[in-house]
């Protein structure tokens, strides 16, 4: 984990409330897909988790929805600002599970974190197919993004205004190695109930104290006993959980 | 030069700096970021007699200059401290740890003092009659004089090792309650533990926090703090480990003006995973500034 400050050097609107902010600054403490950071808000108390999406020498980059407060002023920064950021946060999804044709699927802002892992499963010669749920047109993000990689994409909308109307799980491919996902716990359990067989990582979510393993505030149950979602996790192995079906 | 160091019941420390119970784990979270003997010492996570997973989750909601925290005390039991946690704290830090022991009864809390008695590499025991995250548990005995009366005599029976009660600030008058652990021979007292408080979610209009309530601690309550380690001092000859809101080397010489011996730091290391060495840094600079030499000698300089 290290501190540091990062500027900001790119925000723009996705969607009417979902952004992308690329920060510049010191990325040396990141090493795998599907970590996240911890920003702090001028005003605020507690920092923000948020999921890398993407990062390189140089710069990390962000998507984040507005839902409240802290995300509302972050909204409002402006280039050249600057943000404190503890970040090598938790750890990410394990690459060397996927087996050749690995299933990505993400729900809303789950979708972020598995931009990265697409890009690395693909620069290891995988063959990904990332299935995107959202709930209507106005709110899809980084479809063309995950495509320009050159990942197989899937969109799905509740209504069906794009793509394959209703879940993620309406869109599973018949054949695939393994699962990633990340979304809201509604979808992860569905998605828990369809790919039962086959093996998986899940990223979770949890209300946190520190980001770092320190106050205990964001423990799972497992079948491996309590477990911190940000340092044990967020990803999980999904039959480590413990699922009320 | 600046001297920092003060004594707790014969503990010595290099300085008055403890990171707070429940905000520092067992220590190499922490021990990963920077050398944390530089620390006064540290209050480890508050240890029960069996392992508890503890409350549901949300356990965390923020808050103006603070936060709200419902874990329940999530511990893997004395046993596995003593035989787990400890040994792997020694490799990182070799002075010695304060045990902060809850419980849910006076003979539980008592069980569990007499285990960890025996650990050398444990200066004081921190029993904790205050958390108020537990359902029909200890803060019942926080806040009735008798029962932390009892619950102080049981451990003083099964320990040598100087015993700090840690009360809760749940109360409508703190001096009867820090009265009742003195007579009970306690050591020393520690205060406070976190105020109950609530946070309502507007888009689902229900508590954050699954268990509804939970405590209430960071900068915003650095005020209540003082104001009761200020009456404690007062009304008690006992060392006091005062804590509450702590952030700042400023904080701390207030602190201690107050009449703390030594503080402890909590919320503030979840924010600032380094506060500590920071405040521990900068109080040489903050004492110069306000005329202090040494810090042994502002202990209670406000009344
Ligand atoms: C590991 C992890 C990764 C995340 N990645 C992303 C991401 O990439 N993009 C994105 O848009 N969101 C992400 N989130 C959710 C994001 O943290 C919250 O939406 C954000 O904290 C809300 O802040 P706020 O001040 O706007 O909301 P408020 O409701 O005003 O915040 C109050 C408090 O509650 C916390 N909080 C509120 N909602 C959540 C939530 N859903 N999860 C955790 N804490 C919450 C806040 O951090 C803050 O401490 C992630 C959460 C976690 C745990
Ligand atoms: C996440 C969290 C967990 C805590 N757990 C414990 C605990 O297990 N035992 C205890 O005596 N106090 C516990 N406390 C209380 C702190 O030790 C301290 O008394 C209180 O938070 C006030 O200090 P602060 O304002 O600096 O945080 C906890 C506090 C927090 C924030
Ligand atoms: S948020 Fe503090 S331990 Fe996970």
């Known amino acids: 984990m290290k501190q540091g400050i990062y500027t900001i050097v790119e925000h723009t609107p996705l969607t009417r409330d979902v952004y992308r902010m690329v920060l510049s600054g010191d990325t040396s403490a990141m090493t795998m897909p599907g970590q996240f950071m911890e920003i702090s808000l001028p005003g605020f108390f507690l920092r923000r988790p948020i999921s890398i999406c993407d990062y390189d020498e140089k710069t990390v980059t962000i998507i984040y929805k507005v839902v409240g407060q802290g995300t509302d002023a972050m909204a409002r920064m402006k280039k050249g600002e600057t943000l404190d950021a503890l970040t090598g946060l938790g750890h990410g999804f394990d690459v060397e599970k996927s087996g050749d044709e690995p299933l990505l699927v993400g729900g809303g802002v789950g979708v972020p974190p598995l931009y990265n892992l697409a890009k690395t499963l693909l620069a290891a010669g995988r063959k990904p197919t990332v299935i995107l749920g959202f709930n209507k047109a106005d709110e899809i993000f980084y479809a063309r993004e995950f495509e320009a990689l050159g990942a197989r994409v899937i969109v799905t909308t509740v209504d069906g205004s794009v793509g394959v109307k209703g879940f ?24 828990y109930r369809a790919t039962q067989g086959s ?47 | 030069m600046a001297d920092l160091k003060v004594t707790l019941s014969g503990l010595e420390l290099d300085n008055p700096i403890i990171p707070a119970s429940g905000t520092f784990g067992y220590g190499y979270e922490f021990a990963e970021l920077y050398d944390i003997n530089v620390l006064g010492s540290f209050s480890f996570k508050g240890t029960t007699l069996e392992p508890r997973f503890g409350n549901p989750t949300p356990r965390i909601a923020e808050t103006p200059s603070g936060m709200i925290n419902a874990v329940g005390m999530q511990n893997p039991g004395i046993d596995r401290v003593i035989t787990e946690e400890l040994p792997r704290l020694k490799r990182c830090f070799h002075k010695k740890v304060i045990a902060n022991i809850g419980g849910f009864s006076v003979d539980e809390y008592a069980e569990c003092c007499a285990h960890i008695d025996k650990e050398d590499q444990v200066g004081l025991i921190e029993v904790n009659v205050s958390c108020p995250n537990v359902h029909n548990g200890c803060m019942s005995f926080g806040t009735d004089p008798l029962g932390i009366s009892a619950v102080t005599k049981a451990v003083k029976a099964v320990t040598s090792k100087p015993v700090y009660v840690k009360l809760s600030p749940n109360v409508t008058d703190i001096v009867p309650l820090a009265a009742a652990a003195a007579e009970a021979g306690a050591d020393g007292i520690s205060l406070i533990n976190t105020l109950l408080g609530m946070r309502i979610d507007l888009r689902t209009k229900k508590p954050v926090i699954a268990n509804k309530m939970g405590g209430f601690s960071g900068s915003a309550i650095l005020p209540v703090a003082l104001r009761m380690v200020y009456q404690v001092y007062e009304a008690v000859k006992l060392p006091i480990i005062g804590m509450g809101g702590v952030s700042t080397a400023r904080d701390v010489v207030e602190m201690m003006l107050a009449g703390a011996t030594a503080v402890e730091v909590g919320a503030a290391n979840l924010v600032d995973p380094w506060a500590c060495p920071k405040i521990i840094a900068d109080l040489p600079g903050v004492m110069a500034q306000y005329g202090i030499t040494s810090l042994k000698d502002i202990i209670g300089g406000a009344h």
């Open chain 1, 168 to 191: 993620v799980t309406n869109a599973l491919p018949e054949r695939f190695s393994y699962v990633y996902s990340c979304g809201p716990m509604p979808m992860l359990r569905a998605l």
């Open chain 1, 199 to 245: 093996g998986g990582q899940f990223s979770l979510e949890e209300r946190m104290g520190c980001g770092f393993g320190a106050c205990m505030g964001c423990s799972v149950m497992t079948k491996e006993g309590g477990r911190r979602v940000c340092k044990d996790g967020p990803v999980f192995d999904k039959e480590v959980l413990e699922w009320q079906i």
